[in-house]
Structure formats: C-alpha cells, structure tokens
C-alpha cells in the first residue's frame, strides 16, 4: 500500500484463471479491505490516481476479458482510484502470441 500511495498511475495486469482474476489477486484484493471507502472506519491513499487495467487469456471471446477488467476496476472504485482506459487481449497462451498485438499495447502504453 506504500507503493500505491507514492504512485500516480497504478497499472494491473491479470491473466485470467477459470475466468476470473488469479488467487493471488484476489487475495490482495481482500487484503485492501482496510483501505476499502465502504468499510468504516477505512485508511485512505492519496487522491488523484489513475488505473489501468489489462486482462488476458488463452480461449478467444472478449466477454471474460471484460470480466476480469471489471473485477479490477470495481477493486480501484472502492480505492478512489479513477478508471481510465483498459484493455483485453484475447487468444494468448505463448509469449510468442503477444508479438502480432504489440503495436496494440504499445499504442496503448503510450496513453499512459
Ligand atoms: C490455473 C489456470 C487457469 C486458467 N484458466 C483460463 C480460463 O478460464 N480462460 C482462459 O482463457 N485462459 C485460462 N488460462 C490461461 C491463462 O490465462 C494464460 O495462459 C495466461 O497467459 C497465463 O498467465 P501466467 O503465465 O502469468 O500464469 C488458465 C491458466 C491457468 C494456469
């Protein structure tokens, strides 16, 4: 949480596991419920933070890309962190399978 409050833009990235975010995340998520402005009383980081969200996974339809986008960004409301852009990749099982979509995150990197 030292690393979000000194931070200006937060960026998640989540590969999707059985359609969802890892464990791990999910965890970390629940782990933030202190900090979470629905739970009193709460901490609060800094205001003004922007985050982006990026999703990924092997199958191809962008529904459980959406999905996950949604878990992360429901996760940065509660933080008063802002949603401003987000992307889902789909069909990624290999690093190999990121090449032909790197002009797409880099375009999309670069608006960060
Ligand atoms: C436990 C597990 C569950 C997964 N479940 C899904 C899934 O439900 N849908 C999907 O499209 N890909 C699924 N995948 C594929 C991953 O999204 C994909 O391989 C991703 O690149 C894995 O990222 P990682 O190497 O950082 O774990 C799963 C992979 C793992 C290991």
Redesign the pocket.
Known sequence: MREYDEADIIVSVS?????DVPGQFKAFIDRCTPWCNTHEPHAAIKPGKKGYSIA????PNMP?CERIISTIEHFYGHLDIESVAQMGLTS??YKEDVEPRKKEIIDFCSRI
């Open positions: 590969p999707s596991y059985w359609a990924l996974r092997t199958g459980e990624i099982e």
